[in-house]
């Protein structure tokens, strides 16, 4: 596997190089298929008395999807130390996760005796609704939305092509780039979603579904 370190504001040491190639050997045991490991140390000093800090990123890219983990300290081979170990447990977790799918297989499920289908959250249209499909009585909607309101305040904006996929795929997405929630298009509802973690190892969803745009003059 191929390792690239980069120093921002701090120099990087044979020392730090040593200690580095050490830590890929548990990468490497962990993520088999792994082609890079992009390092980045951000040396940050503050002018308010603050501590100064030692910022490690490490990104992982290879066959799947990119795994990320980040760890700051005022040691950077501390920082290394609990980066790593962030990134070791994403990879473990995922695996855990590979392993169960393969003996627990999510999707449908047909019980070829009874004819019964299992494993699919699907409710069946009512009678009401198919005849209003075949009648055309299902109103439309049309118009453009209007723009949100203007806010003077950006923090970071980033812009990721959509990726329809299921909310399992999601869940396992987010856990492999370390962070809180995940963004996505739920192929089965084809609606803009949000996995997020809650307490514990429970995660939520949040869904936009289309509506009526409010009336004008509305109070």
């Not at 309101?149 to 329809?164: A, L, M, Q």
């Amino acid at each position: 596997m191929e390792t690239n370190i980069v120093g921002v504001g701090v120099s990087v040491s044979d020392r730090f190089r040593g200690v580095v190639d050490e830590k890929v050997v548990r990468i490497e045991h962990l993520a088999p298929r792994a082609q890079r490991l992009d390092i980045k140390v951000t040396h940050r000093a503050y002018h308010n008395g603050r501590v100064e800090d030692e910022t490690v990123e490490l990104t992982l890219t290879g066959k799947g999807p990119i795994v990320r983990a980040e760890a700051v300290d005022g040691d950077k081979f501390v920082a290394l130390d609990l980066a790593v170990d962030k990134l070791c447990e994403q990879l473990r977790r995922a695996k855990d996760k590979r392993v169960d799918a393969r003996k627990h297989p999510r999707g449908a499920r047909l019980d070829k005796e009874t004819g019964s289908i299992s494993g699919v959250d699907v409710q069946p249209a009512s009678a009401e609704a198919l005849r209003a499909v075949r009648t055309g009585e299902i109103p439309i909607i049309t118009g453009n939305e209007e723009e949100a309101d203007y806010s003077p305040v950006v923090i970071r904006t980033k812009e990721f092509g959509p990726e329809w996929m299921s909310v399992e795929d999601a869940v396992d997405r987010m856990e492999l780039v370390g962070h809180d929630f995940f963004l996505f298009i739920d192929a089965r509802t084809d609606h803009p979603s949000v996995v997020y973690r809650r307490k514990g190892w429970d995660y939520g969803v949040i869904s936009l579904t289309t509506q009526t745009a409010p009336e004008e003059g509305a109070a």
